[in-house]
């Protein structure tokens, strides 16, 4: 009921930009019936089933069908609605049941230890800050003063008993706190739903959902929507370049490497034992770019500080001789991941007018933020190392 013809073209193309529309859960009315879509890429799956405490996690009770042509699982479950916790539930190649997975398209998860993923609440978020967002489109951060804030929400500041504060909560004191310092962004740590405290969140296995840590995604709406009445921006470090390999995210997610590439010398980070995202497939990049895109549309947010991208443009950024393999040229440029950066700037830039994108690049490459059509990688700046 969601999926169609055209949007089988531009996933086969690789060129879909409204991905996070058309897969995950989204809570609906189909002819007359209240429940849930879900859809799910998983093109090595035997099958793929939508499991939770409204079929008691019986994987038998709502199996997917695939779309042939794109290796995407759909189904309409009538009377699942919002607040519904889910994962899927796939059986492998080889027969064999995988772990239970989280929804990589989810937009809300279940706060850590536990890993389930949400069905969001469809009601769209009434913003308040349109004239910030005129503004910002006509606004060039090259060309004007910008001094950043960067925080980490969890350790800011806590709660009288240690708890984590709340979106609302940081929004009445951080907020006018950066504001009053005479800051013109809040540059936060990520917020995109992670499994372990001490990362920061630098190891995402919830790409499209604000942490549950600080409440849900109406309340991070809220968070954006002050820092905007309050003359602030507010940039989001993204994390593209790896993911952790818990068995219930996107580590071998249908019992092959799929977002990942399956040589541990291209495909697995030895500085922080996590997966490299294979670059090369269409799907993957998709994955990513659609990321980016979501959260600059549904969160208002106005700029991504893309991190490790040094690690992203190098083959062999910290291995040794033998262990790494060299493009079809023999250097150790990753010409795929290159490729990646350009169409996410571009794409960034071209729809969301006024955004900054912002490299945390180590090295000497050079044009790091030349433009995309100058043979740049189409950053509007780099990070200050130091």
Do not use: C
């Not at 405490?53 to 759909?74: A, C, K, L």
């Not at 708890?163 to 951080?174: K, P």
């Not at 006018?176 to 969140?201: C, K, R, V």
């Not at 960034?348 to 740049?376: F, N, Q």
């Amino acid at each position: 009921p969601v999926l169609g013809p055209m949007d089988d073209y531009y996933i086969g193309e690789g060129s879909h930009l409204r991905l996070f529309d058309k897969l995950g859960a989204h809570a609906i009315e189909f002819e007359g019936v209240r429940g849930t879509h879900f859809a799910v890429w998983a093109p090595n799956a035997q099958r793929v089933s939508v499991v939770g405490p409204f079929n008691e996690w019986d994987g038998r009770r709502h199996p997917m069908r695939v779309r042939i042509s794109t290796g995407i699982w759909e189904v309409f479950i009538p009377d699942v609605g919002p607040g519904e916790i889910y994962k899927y539930e796939i059986v492998g190649q080889n027969g064999k049941l995988q772990p239970l997975k989280a929804d990589p398209f989810a937009r809300q998860s279940e706060l850590r230890p536990k890993n389930a993923s949400v069905v969001t609440d469809p009601t769209p978020f009434l913003w308040t800050d349109q004239l910030w967002m005129e503004e910002r489109a006509k606004k060039d951060w090259r060309r004007a003063p910008v001094s950043i804030y960067e925080v980490h929400l969890g350790s800011w500041r806590r709660r009288a008993d240690g708890s984590f504060m709340s979106y609302d909560q940081l929004a009445e004191q951080l907020v006018p706190y950066a504001a009053d310092l005479g800051y013109t962004h809040i540059e936060l740590m990520p917020i995109t739903e992670h499994p372990f405290d001490p990362s920061w969140g630098y190891q995402p296995t919830g790409l499209y959902s604000p942490t549950a840590r600080f409440g849900d995604p109406a309340g991070f709406a809220r968070f954006v929507d002050a820092a905007h009445r309050a003359g602030l921006g507010v940039i989001l470090d993204w994390v593209p370049a790896h993911f952790p390999t818990d068995e219930f995210g996107l580590a071998r997610f249908d019992g092959t490497a799929l977002y990942e590439h399956m040589d541990p010398r291209q495909g697995y980070h030895p500085d922080w034992n996590t997966a490299i995202y294979n670059f090369g497939r269409k799907e993957v990049v998709s994955f990513l770019v659609n990321n980016a895109l979501f959260w600059l549309e549904k969160f208002h947010l106005d700029g991504l500080r893309v991190d490790a991208v040094a690690s992203m443009l190098y083959l062999d950024y910290s291995r040794k001789a033998g262990e790494w393999v060299p493009n079809e040229f023999g250097g150790n440029h990753n010409l795929e991941a290159v490729d990646f950066l350009k169409r996410v700037n571009s794409d960034a830039y071209r729809l969301h007018p006024g955004v900054m994108m912002i490299a945390e690049e180590s090295t000497s490459w050079s044009g790091v933020s030349a433009p995309a059509d100058k043979g740049g990688l189409g950053f509007g700046f780099k990070w200050n190392m130091g």
